[in-house]
Structure formats: C-alpha cells, structure tokens
C-alpha cells in the first residue's frame, strides 16, 4: 500500500506545498494581528495623497508636480484600492502569498526540495513581513523582486523558451523600477552586458544554446525598462527632471552627513536638518521638489569629493557593516533586532562558506548525484545554469551593496533591499554544501552537520567581535563643521562625587559610579537659549588611567538642573559612551537635543562607570550647534 502511485503522488505534493504553505500562514498571521496598525508617516501624508489625487484627476495628475515626487505604485496601488488602508492591507495578504509562491519556486529550481524548505523558513523568521500590514511601497516592490527571481530562475536554469518567462521577468522589472527604482542602474547595466555578450559571440556556433538563454534575458529586460523609460521621458518633457523620481538627492544628502554616520539622525539623537540647506539654497521647504533635489544631490556629491580617503574608509566601511548586520541602536530598541542580526549573519555565514566551499570542490559535483546509489532526496548536483543563476543572484547582492553605501541606511531599507537576493543565495549554499552526494548516505549526513557547525561557528564568532567592537557613539572624526556656544575650562564649576581630588583638572575614583558635574549659570543657559540650530552637542573631554590595569566600562550623560532633577530622553542608549583608560584625553560627544538642551540653570552630569583607582583628568566642557547643513550651502547652486 505504501509504493501505491496514488498515494506516493499524493505525500509528494503535501510535502511540497507545506513550507510554502507554512511561510506563507506565518506572514499571513502577523498581517491579521496588526491589521489594525496606525497609517506610518509616509502613506498618511505622500502617498494616500497622491492616490486620492489620482482617483479625483484620473490620468492628468501625471501631469502636475506631485505624480513625480511619489513613484507611480506608491500612489497607483493604493488608489487601485480606493486609498481605502482595510482593502490595501487584505490585497497585500496576496502580495505576500505571491512572494513565498516565487521565492519556493525560485529555491527549488535553484537547489531542489532542500534549499525551497530552508528558503520558506529563513522567509517566515525574517523580517519581511513587518511591512505588509501598511500602505507603503515596500509590498508591491517585494512581489515583483520575487517575481524578478523566479522569472531568473526560469530563464537561466530551465532555459524556459516560451514568451511566458520572457513577460514574467519584464512585468515583474517594471513593477520593482516603478515601486522603488533601486534597479535602475542595475538593469540597465545588465543589459548592456547582455548585448555585448551577445555581439562577441555572434560568429560562434558552439554557443547557440547559451546565446539563446543571454538573448531571452535581454529581451525581458529591456522590455521590462519600457514603462520606466517612458516615465522618464515624461518627467523629463513636462518637468525637466530626466529620472523617475526626486528623493534621491535628500538619501545622498543624509546617506553622507557626517554627524549621522549617513544614517537616521534619531540614531543619534538628532533631527532632520535639510530644511537648514534647501531653505537658504533652493527657498523651498519640500524636500522632494525638483530644485530641493538638485541641491541636496549637488551638497552629497561635494561632500564626497572632500572626504578625505582615510576618513572615507572608516566612514563607510562601518555603514557596510550595519547595512549587512544592523545598527546597534535599533537593536538596543528592538529586542526582536538582535535575532534578526543572528538571522543575518547565519545567512552571510552560509554564503561565505558556501562561496569557499564550491571553489574547492566545485569540479567535482558535476554527474555524480545518481552514481552514489543515495536518494535524490540527499543529494543535489549543481549543474551550468545553477552555477550562472547563484553568480547572477551574487553579483546583483554585491553591486546592490555598492551602490547603497552612500544612501541614507535603516534596517527597512536593508531588509527589503538585501533580504530577497540573501535569502535564496543563502538556503541554495546551505542545501548544496549539505546535499552534494558522498560515497555513502552517512557520510553525507555527517559532512551535511560539520558543514552547517561551521557556519554557526562563523556566525557566533562574527556576531561576538562585532559586539566588542562596534561603536554607535557620535564619532568625534565625523562631525562636520561646529559652532562653539559655551565652553569652560574653569575647574571651579566641577563637582565630583565618589570621586577624591587629585590635583590641578584631576581626582581619583573612590567608589564606582562616580559622578563628574559642570555646573551651567543662567547666562550660559540664555546665551545657549539662542543658538539657532536644530542639532547641538555636548562635549567632554577627558583622560582615564587605571595603573592597577583596570579597565572602565562607560560613561552616562544626563543633564541635572539646580533642583535636582536629573533629564534625559526616554532613549538613554544614546547617552551611554565607551570610556578608554589609555591616558590619552578622548572627547565625549553626546547629543543635547530635547532634554539634554539646558533651559534652565545646572549641570551636565556624567556617571563613569571605572574600577576605583581610576584617574580622571578633565580638560574642557563645551556645547555645540551643527553647521553642516549651512556651510553646505555656500557650495551648491539651485539650477
């Protein structure tokens, strides 16, 4: 009874359609439980608006300012629905079903039944989902990336020849460049390459079936580009912008502030400030107009050529590593952020093993699955197109890398941008590393649990260095240009607590924590009262020496007014800095925005967390105001 064909076709397709079927119940889950969610900022006041003008205007409002501020889908798919949030959030419950349904088909094309299941699971605990109860784009975006995948998958592997996968990878290209034009360049490229390709290999009659395949993929791209294109020349006739949107130019603009380390100022404590450059520069207040944009495209792109190349490195070598692991902030935040970091480095582990694992053996797989005599279950042999479709897959991951370094960085960004070309990569390494046949079932078995130990090795030991090193502090390198508003060198204003003095600016710590305090009078508050900027900064600089070899932990700033009250923002993360007993003096910068801007007469008070035995030395105290924003105003020019 259990060799019935009935019943073998019948466990074969149960089993097929569980994970998908599983990841797609999760996401379904988590949309019903937060159905209810408030509308976000960008829906409640760009894009509702422009599909509720859409809906009023029809296709004239192409014509007006508005329909380029918002990319077409982000206005189009909403009012498709009525701009009715209920009825966008049900449609994305089948937007989500589409993404598991062409990431499982991508995966098992890809890497077999292995891969399809690890894929579905590393879908259901990522953090995707979180986006789809709203009415931002990121939803219509993520269907047609997975749709993109899967048309790849189609085209490069099974050397699909109907006009099926062609239309699928061209539908689904345009529908990601109309959502979010992070492909832009990208595609573009690709099929530029393909041409090229194509055209050195015109006289070679050894490669007609690999010239067919590179054809049928320029083809959909460039039929995938028409919509775009079209769009561009719109924008371009009717309002002098040749792109397909604005917003690029403020990313750039706040992916390269210094003071921000080119992420999102509340990291940091910090506001917005493109309203200081676009303001004097362009007299506009909207961010996303046409001349808003120049000007912060113009600001970015001077900033970049004035970094120096030293500077250049450290700045955005540590973007690279939050764009790939996530900033420490929002996982101080979040607590779910930090399994996510392990989610993401377990996937990065796998393709590094994976990657150095097929340079090793990878003239070895071919055509030996079926002479182990071992279940096709076990084993996969990754053939040509496999190999063509993960390199595909690997080089779009890494040029997305690239090309994001310099765009303003949060965690929605890098999992909606680097989390569908991971995720597949990811589960095909895994499923090919442990799928690959052996001379025997247990050997395979036994090298499948060694192969996946060392990349939980990998990932423990990438996650812990990255959490003794990593930094999130305001960077004293990287603050731009600074206005002075108060400063004192003046000891008399320093009161220290569990502390002893030492001599001249210095003391001895006696019990830990011991408070650090400079005092503030009522003309130092007024005269801070009116520096004109939205960002200020407290800074400290001290020097920390501990003969016994004891080592501080951090320093926590707090401002404490006269009566008593110690202040600080409900987000105390950021005032927690990591202290450095090398006897050098290090300026401590924190921010001073909110609660942390004197109103009133008191101190900014600093707790050192340091073993008793430490020397403090103290050398000044200031209060800055950002001028990075007004400064770049003197180098950019509206039109």
């Known amino acids: ?141 993520l269907f047609g990336i997975f749709g993109l995948i899967h048309a790849l998958a189609r085209l490069v592997i099974c050397k699909d020849r109907t006009s099926g996968a062609v239309v699928q990878g061209a539908a689904m290209l345009s529908i990601t460049l109309l959502a979010r034009p992070i492909l832009q360049l990208i595609a573009p490229a690709a099929l530029l390459v393909c041409l090229g390709a194509l055209a050195a290999t015109a006289r070679k009659h050894d490669a007609r079936a690999w010239r067919a395949t590179v054809a049928r993929i320029a083809v959909s791209l460039g039929a995938g580009l028409i919509l775009p294109l079209m769009l561009v020349v719109k924008n371009g006739l009717a309002f002098g912008l040749w792109g397909l949107g604005t917003g690029a130019g403020a990313s750039l603009y706040l992916g390269v502030h210094p003071l921000f380390q080119g992420t999102e100022p509340n990291f940091l404590g910090f506001d917005y400030d493109i309203h200081r450059l676009i303001g004097p520069a362009a007299h506009e207040s909207d961010h996303l107009s046409l001349i808003s944009d120049r000007v912060t495209r113009q600001a970015a792109l001077w900033s970049l050529q004035t970094m120096p190349a030293a500077d250049a490195a450290a700045f955005f070598g540590r973007k690279l590593w939050w764009w790939l692991a996530y900033h420490p902030i929002e996982i101080a935040r979040d607590g779910s952020m930090l399994m996510l970091r392990k989610l993401r480095l377990f996937e990065l582990s796998a393709l590094a093993v994976g990657c150095f694992w097929a340079m090793w053996r990878w003239r070895r797989f071919a055509g030996r699955a079926d002479s182990t005599g071992i279940p096709p279950v076990w084993t996969f042999s990754p053939a040509p197109g496999h190999w063509a479709f993960a390199a595909t897959l690997l080089g779009i991951f890494a040029l997305l890398i690239v090309q994001l370094l310099p765009i303003l960085y949060n965690a929605r960004y890098s999992v909606v941008l680097l989390d569908p070309w991971l995720i597949p990569l990811a589960a095909c390494s895994l499923a090919w590393m442990s799928g690959a046949p052996a001379a025997s079932a247990s050997r395979t078995v036994s090298r499948a649990v060694i192969l996946f130990a060392l990349v939980a090795a990998l990932t423990l030991a990438v996650y812990q260095i990255g959490r003794k090193t990593e930094n999130a502090s305001i960077d004293p390198r990287f603050t731009g240009p600074l206005g002075a508003v108060f400063q004192t060198f003046d000891e008399t204003r320093v009161r220290a607590s569990g502390m002893s003095r030492q001599g001249e600016r210095t003391w001895v710590i006696t019990e830990s924590p011991a408070v650090f305090m400079v005092g503030l009078v009522e003309k130092d508050v007024e005269w801070i009262g009116k520096a004109d900027s939205d960002n200020t900064l407290w800074e400290t600089e001290i020097a920390l020496r501990n003969d ?69 030395q103290w050398r000044r105290t200031s209060f800055f105001l950002s001028r990075y924003a007004m400064e770049l105003t003197k180098h950019v020019k509206p039109h």
């Open 1 to 141: 009874m259990k060799n019935h064909p009935v019943l073998r076709f019948v466990c074969f397709r149960a089993a097929a359609w569980f994970w998908p079927a599983l990841a797609c119940a999760a996401g379904w889950r988590f949309i019903a439980v937060n159905f209810d969610a408030p509308v976000l900022f960008d829906p409640q006041y760009v894009y509702l608006p422009a599909a509720r003008e859409f809906l009023a205007r029809g296709w004239a409002f192409l014509l007006t300012p508005p329909s380029y501020r918002v990319v077409p889908l982000g206005y189009l798919w909403p009012a498709l629905w009525g701009a009715n949030p209920d009825w966008i959030r049900a449609a994305n419950m089948g937007l989500w079903a589409g993404c598991a349904w062409f990431l499982w088909r991508a995966s098992y094309l890809a890497g077999g039944y292995r891969a399809a299941a690890l894929a579905m699971l590393l879908l259901a605990y990522s953090d995707l989902c979180r986006y789809f109860p709203s009415e931002m784009t990121e939803p219509i975006f």
């Open 548 to 616: 016994g070899g004891g080592k501080c932990s951090h320093a926590e700033f707090a401002y404490q007014t006269s009566e008593g009250r110690i202040l600080q923002p409900p987000d105390r993360h950021l005032l927690l800095l990591p202290l450095k007993t090398d006897g050098q003096f290090h300026r401590l910068l924190t921010h001073a925005n909110g609660l942390m801007r004197p109103r009133e007469t008191g101190s900014l008070r600093a707790a050192l967390y340091c073993p008793t035995g430490t020397v403090v």
